[in-house]
């Protein structure tokens, strides 16, 4: 199975301010026959389910502000919110679906600072 | 607008069964892969089972259920399901039903639904 890892466990980040959490995977998620890293990024705010940000590593989900990004490829992946708000208070998860089981990382917890 | 309607959570005891349905709406059900994630209270999401879009699509299993849990789907009734037999304490989560944004399973999920309790508990 892939394992996939995340840091930091949480964050506080000034309002304005970049937040940057890591993903790391066990193995490459990178599929060579297309290119395509098969690594997703979803944001959960308290009482509600998951939210898809990102897709394909990089590929920001419709409705999403440019403020989200992600990056990397093979096994390290980044997403980054350039200025944080108040409403991107929330836990974030990455997920690989290059192999089943499709497994999330543990999670990183943005507050604000 | 994409919806995703989980029941038949609740309580049971452990070594009991209880059967999960996902009512879909919104979007063509039979062109998409489905899948099962939980979330235990206080926890982080596990992802728990998947289905590609056929009726008798290939089907994808956490080690931790495997055995235990299928999933199935009937798309003339746009509706997702997982049965989970030999219910342990450790199955007590919120389910959470979601859409693939492809027919296969090799894709993100991209809609999900609120969820339902299942609580396994003597």
């Known amino acids: 199975d892939i394992v996939m890892t995340q840091s930091p466990d949480s964050l506080a980040v000034s309002l304005g301010e970049r937040a940057t959490i890591n993903c790391k995977s066990s193995?490459?998620?990178?599929?060579?026959?297309?290119?395509?890293?098969?690594l997703g990024w979803y944001q959960q705010k308290p009482g509600q389910p998951p939210k898809l940000l990102i897709y394909?590593?990089?590929t920001r989900e419709s409705g999403v502000p440019d403020r989200f990004s992600g990056s990397g490829s093979g096994t390290d992946f980044t997403l980054t919110i350039s200025s944080l708000q108040a409403e991107d208070v929330a836990v974030y998860y990455c997920q690989q679906y290059y192999n089943a089981p499709f497994t999330f990382g543990p999670g990183t917890k943005v507050d604000i600072e | 607008e994409v919806q995703l309607l989980e029941s038949g959570g609740g309580l049971v005891q452990p070594g009991g069964s209880l059967r999960l349905s996902c009512a879909a709406s919104?979007?063509?059900?039979?062109?998409?892969?489905m899948s099962w994630v939980r979330q235990a209270p206080g926890k982080g999401l596990e992802w728990v089972s998947a289905i590609n879009n056929s009726d008798s699509g290939s089907t994808f299993y956490a080690d931790s259920v495997k055995g235990r849990f299928t999933i199935s789907r009937d798309n003339s009734k746009n509706t997702l399901y997982l049965q989970m037999n030999s219910l342990r304490a450790e199955d007590t989560a919120v389910y959470y039903c979601?859409?693939?944004?492809?027919?296969?399973?090799?894709?993100?999920?991209?809609?999900w639904g609120q969820g339902t309790l299942v609580t396994v508990s003597s």
């Open positions: 919104g979007f063509t059900f039979s062109t998409y892969a």
């Open positions: 394909w590593a990089s």
């Open positions: 979601a859409k693939s944004s492809r027919g296969h399973c090799y894709s993100p999920a991209d809609y």
């Open positions: 193995q490459s998620v990178l599929y060579s026959s297309n290119n395509k890293n098969f």
